[in-house]
T-cell receptor, first 115, second 113 residues
Framework: DAGVTQSPTHLIKTRGQQVTLRCSPK?????VSWYQQALGQGPQFIFQ???????QRGNFPDRFSGHQFPNYSSELNVNALLLGDSALYLC??????????????FGQGTRLTVV | GNSVTQMEGPVTLSEEAFLTINCTYT??????LFWYVQYPGEGLQLLLK?????DKGSNKGFEATYRKETTSFHLEKGSVQVSDSAVYFC????????????FGTGTRLKVLA
C-alpha cells in the first residue's frame, strides 16, 4: 500500500502564475482534504472533496480551487499566485462511511515557493 | 469559532525525561481530539486520538486524556527518546467524523542524548 502520494514534492513559481498540485489517496479511501501549512504554523483546512464534489471549504479565496476524479485522486489549483501562498500543501485521505470517525492519512506534502 | 491552543516551543528535554505538551480547545459541540506528529521533511502521522470525554488515547508510550471539564487534551510520555524529536500538533475534528481538522500551531520537541 503506497499510502497517500503527492506530486510534485517541490516547485517554484512566479507571482501571478497558476499552479496545480496532485494527490492520490490511500487505497480504499474516497475522500480527499487539502491543507496549507505555512512555515512554523499548523495546517489550515482549504477544502474537502467527496464523490467528485467540494463538500466543505475553509476560509480561502476563490483563487484556490480543486477537483476530484472518478478514481478519487484530486488536484488543487491556485491562480494568481501571491508571495503569501508559499507553504507546504498537504493532502489527507479518508473513508466516508456513515460519518464514522476513522483515521485520516496525510501525504508528505508539496513545498510551493512563490518568488 | 472552534480553535486549538498549544503550548509554545521549542521544548528541550534530556533522554528519559518526562514530557508534557499542553493543549486546550474551544468547541461548541463535542469534537474528536487528536495528536499528530511531524518528523523533519515528512507529512503528518496520527499519534493518538480520543472521541469522547474521559477517553484516553495511547500509542508508542504517549498518552492523552480527553478532559471535557477543562477542555484539555494534554500529551504525556513517561520517558522520551532522541527519536521522539519532532513537531507535535494537537487537533480537533469539526464536526466530528468529517476529517475537517483544526490544528494548533505545533510544539517542537528536541530530545538530547
Amino acid at each position: 500500500d503506497a499510502g497517500v502520494t503527492q506530486s510534485p514534492t517541490h516547485l517554484i513559481k512566479t507571482r501571478g502564475q497558476q499552479v496545480t498540485l496532485r494527490c492520490s489517496p490511500k487505497s480504499g479511501h474516497d475522500t480527499v482534504s487539502w491543507y496549507q501549512q505555512a512555515l512554523g504554523q499548523g495546517p489550515q483546512f482549504i477544502f474537502q472533496y467527496y464523490e467528485e464534489e467540494e463538500r466543505q471549504r475553509g476560509n480561502f479565496p476563490d483563487r484556490f480551487s480543486g477537483h476530484q476524479f472518478p478514481n478519487y485522486s484530486s488536484e488543487l489549483n491556485v491562480n494568481a499566485l501571491l508571495l503569501g501562498d508559499s507553504a507546504l500543501y498537504l493532502c489527507a485521505s479518508s473513508l466516508t462511511k456513515g460519518w464514522k470517525n476513522t483515521e485520516a492519512f496525510f501525504g508528505q506534502g508539496t513545498r510551493l515557493t512563490v518568488v | 469559532g472552534n480553535s486549538v491552543t498549544q503550548m509554545e516551543g521549542p521544548v528541550t528535554l534530556s533522554e528519559e525525561a518526562f514530557l508534557t505538551i499542553n493543549c486546550t480547545y474551544t468547541a461548541t459541540g463535542y469534537p474528536s481530539l487528536f495528536w499528530y506528529v511531524q518528523y523533519p521533511g515528512e507529512g503528518l502521522q496520527l499519534l493518538l486520538k480520543a472521541t469522547k470525554a474521559d477517553d484516553k488515547g495511547s500509542n508508542k508510550g504517549f498518552e492523552a486524556t480527553y478532559r471535557k471539564e477543562t477542555t484539555s487534551f494534554h500529551l504525556e510520555k513517561g520517558s522520551v527518546q532522541v527519536s521522539d524529536s519532532a513537531v507535535y500538533f494537537c487537533a480537533l475534528s469539526d464536526p466530528p467524523g468529517t476529517y475537517k481538522y483544526i490544528f494548533g500551531t505545533g510544539t517542537r520537541l528536541k530530545v538530547l542524548a
